[in-house]
């Protein structure tokens, strides 16, 4: 986890709580705030942890007395039915906590499983997956780094970091040539990719020594036909990126292709939530009750 992520946890945190409790949790204050409780943390389904850290932030921020045991870490394969986390303190404040935290875990767990799938379909493969920046609102780093849980590889993590001369790019610029010019003049110590959209930009963008070329909708014998330009310039130190119409059924046969990268806007975009469960016990005054 990068130093800069590791300092948004806490106010994406304190963001979450905020918009949860408001002013306070009105119905844990039916609990008496003496009562001590204890939850276990289960996953429903298979899948690959991610987000323990703000799990554990939702708990620190609301009160030192509670303590949290992680019996996995992030970016470790469940099994269903598993035990995650055991979670111990005031009763009252493991109420309050419970969605916020959940919510991060069955989140970024969920984008790290996706991601996982996608990984896996391209086993035995020198094809790499990466995501995209269509992530959610404010949580760019986090999902970033599910991503890297799930073991697939980030694209650039914002417009900063990297150039990527798209159609529109091309447009106002006035062509392939002219812009990556002018992205070298710019920053030239970064990656700079360009989206070609046929096989002619596709020559036109080798000849102006890109570093990544995204085929943009490229059709399966197109992409085969790429790589076998390319491979006609093994020293022009250029990879090829198929992106969109990308599917996990397809991965298979988009990598047979020779390309080096596949990219995927659903592993951050289309978030299916890990099924998780918070099973809650008091410990002093109370029947046991499982929460969710």
Request: with cysteine; hydrophobic share 45%.
């Amino acid at each position: 986890m990068s130093p800069e992520l590791e300092g948004q946890i806490a106010a994406q945190v304190r963001q979450a709580l905020a918009e949860d409790v408001g002013s306070g949790d009105l119905t844990a204050q039916l609990i008496h705030p003496n009562t001590q409780a204890s939850a276990t943390v289960i996953t429903r389904e298979p899948g690959v942890l991610c987000g323990s850290a703000w799990f554990d932030e939702v708990f620190r921020q609301l009160d030192a007395h509670v303590s949290v045991h992680w019996q996995v870490h992030d970016a470790d394969v469940l099994a269903a039915n598993q035990t995650l986390c055991t979670v111990a303190g005031p009763a009252r404040s493991l109420l309050t906590g419970e969605r916020t935290a959940l919510n991060f875990l069955q989140l970024l767990s969920g984008t790290a499983t996706q991601t996982r799938r996608h990984v896996d379909a391209l086993a035995g493969t020198q094809c790499r997956i990466l995501d995209t920046r269509k992530t959610l609102p404010g949580l760019r780093l986090a999902q970033k780094y599910a991503v890297r849980c799930g073991g697939a590889t980030n694209h650039r993590i914002g417009l900063y970091d990297a150039i990527l001369i798209k159609e529109n790019h091309i447009a106002a610029a006035g062509s392939i040539t002219a812009a990556v010019a002018a992205g070298r003049a710019l920053e030239p110590r970064v990656l700079l990719e360009i989206e070609v959209e046929n096989l002619t930009q596709l020559h036109e963008a080798i000849a102006a020594h890109v570093d990544r070329i995204m085929l943009d909708n490229f059709s399966l014998a197109d992409l085969r036909a790429a790589v076998g330009v390319l491979r006609q310039q093994p020293d022009s130190g250029i990879t090829l990126e198929a992106s969109g119409n990308v599917s996990l059924e397809r991965l298979e046969e988009i990598a047979a292709t020779g390309v080096d990268f596949i990219s995927v806007g659903g592993l951050t975009k289309h978030v299916m939530a890990l099924d998780l469960s918070m099973r809650f016990v008091v410990v002093h005054g109370g029947q046991s009750t499982s929460s969710r």
